[in-house]
């Protein structure tokens, strides 16, 4: 499996973008796919993960209520709507797909991933 994001920009803050991450492969539609960033001079965090029924997602308390993520199997791609942007949204977004694990606590670890994007940047001006 080969992943690549897009819709990389510059947006003032309070304004949108939507990020994809397009898959090659036909088993992409059984991995858990998630968003991470990596904020300039920090480590990479979790954003937003959705598991491979496409219904289940979580959230990092910080994008609660402002990012969604969802995922289109058919086209073996997944999406991140991030509204209401904020500078502190500011990084570099990378998607990554793993097999599914049975708790929230183990989305947190790169490890659990077997399949990453290059990332794409995402600049949110104040």
């Known amino acids: 499996v080969q992943l690549v994001e897009s819709g990389e920009g510059l947006v003032q803050a309070g304004g949108s973008l939507r990020l994809s991450c397009t898959a090659s492969g036909r088993t992409f539609s059984r991995y858990m796919v998630a968003w991470f960033r990596r904020p300039p001079g920090a480590e990479r965090e979790l954003v937003a993960l959705?598991?491979?029924?496409?219904?289940?997602?979580y959230y990092v308390d910080s994008v609660k209520g402002r990012f969604t993520i969802s995922r289109d199997n058919a086209r073996n791609t997944v999406y991140l709507q991030m509204n209401s942007l904020k500078p502190e949204d500011t990084g570099v977004y990378y998607c990554?797909?793993?097999?599914?694990?049975?708790?929230?606590?183990?989305?947190?670890?790169?490890?659990?991933?077997?399949?990453w994007g290059p990332g794409t940047q995402v600049t949110v001006s104040s």
């Open positions: 990554a797909a793993g097999p599914e694990v049975p708790s929230s606590r183990y989305f947190y670890q790169e490890t659990r991933y077997d399949y």
């Open positions: 959705i598991r491979s029924n496409g219904r289940d997602d």
